[in-house]
């Protein structure tokens, strides 16, 4: 179990390493709009390369940070009932969501995606839209997602299992206690102007 907990670490810290870096590119897709805008607006001129990068970037943020929000648990479920049911029983459906779920979505994905991106880099396919980018980039973070969300499946197995044997605490459990007080920050600061309005 240290081996493969070991493993699930290396996973966790590379995927974390990712998602980190590639959220700045947020800031950067952001920035591009604004220019677009400001450039359209006052000089009456757009270029569709940069009107495709946004979309790229936010692709490339929506797609490489994906395994970094499963790993922190930012995903979608239903934690009014996840978060009252017994340490054991989360452990379970969270395996059987990764196993059954996530990982054969994954791999299925990653499997059809191969074909998709190859034929767009062989035939070097382009945007429809004069000027634009070529296609086989943002096809190719398909692949990349697929892989680093398979790892990081992995990575989320081998934790389930430790923390149902008892060899790790349940990684949820603090998880919900961060955002609880952040949840009860939030709403202090929010009573706080309100307060102040009045």
Request: net charge neutral.
């Given at each position: 179990m240290?081996?493969?907990l070991g493993?699930?670490?290396?996973i966790?810290a590379?995927?974390?390493?990712v998602?980190?870096?590639?959220?700045?590119l947020?800031?950067?897709a952001?920035?591009?709009?604004a220019?677009?805008?400001?450039?359209?607006?006052?000089?009456?001129?757009?270029?569709n390369?940069?009107l495709?990068l946004?979309?790229?970037?936010?692709?490339?943020?929506?797609?490489?940070?994906?395994?970094w929000?499963?790993?922190?648990?930012?995903?979608?479920?239903?934690?009014?009932?996840n978060?009252?049911?017994?340490?054991?029983?989360?452990?379970?459906i969270d395996?059987?969501g990764?196993?059954?779920?996530l990982?054969p979505?994954?791999?299925?994905?990653?499997?059809?995606?191969?074909?998709?991106?190859l034929?767009?880099?062989?035939q070097?396919?382009?945007?429809?839209s004069?000027?634009?980018?070529?296609?086989w980039?943002?096809?190719?973070?398909?692949?990349?997602?697929?892989?680093?969300?398979?790892?990081?499946?992995?990575s989320?197995?081998?934790?389930?299992l430790a923390?149902?044997?008892?060899?790790?605490?349940?990684?949820?459990?603090s998880?919900?206690?961060?955002?609880?007080s952040?949840?009860?920050?939030?709403?202090?600061l929010?009573?706080?102007?309100?307060?102040?309005k009045?």
């Amino acid at each position: 179990m240290r081996a493969l907990l070991g493993l699930s670490r290396t996973i966790d810290a590379f995927n974390t390493v990712v998602g980190r870096w590639v959220s700045w590119l947020i800031v950067a897709a952001v920035a591009i709009s604004a220019v677009n805008a400001v450039v359209r607006k006052i000089f009456d001129m757009s270029s569709n390369s940069f009107l495709e990068l946004q979309w790229v970037l936010f692709s490339v943020v929506f797609m490489l940070c994906s395994p970094w929000t499963l790993l922190s648990n930012e995903h979608i479920r239903i934690d009014i009932i996840n978060h009252s049911l017994p340490l054991k029983l989360r452990g379970w459906i969270d395996m059987i969501g990764h196993v059954f779920f996530l990982m054969p979505f994954a791999i299925i994905l990653l499997w059809w995606s191969i074909p998709f991106f190859l034929v767009s880099y062989h035939q070097n396919e382009q945007s429809f839209s004069a000027g634009g980018l070529p296609q086989w980039p943002a096809k190719a973070l398909i692949m990349i997602m697929c892989v680093l969300l398979i790892i990081q499946g992995i990575s989320e197995i081998i934790k389930r299992l430790a923390m149902m044997v008892g060899a790790i605490p349940d990684s949820n459990a603090s998880a919900q206690s961060a955002h609880s007080s952040a949840e009860l920050e939030a709403e202090r600061l929010l009573l706080n102007i309100g307060g102040d309005k009045k």
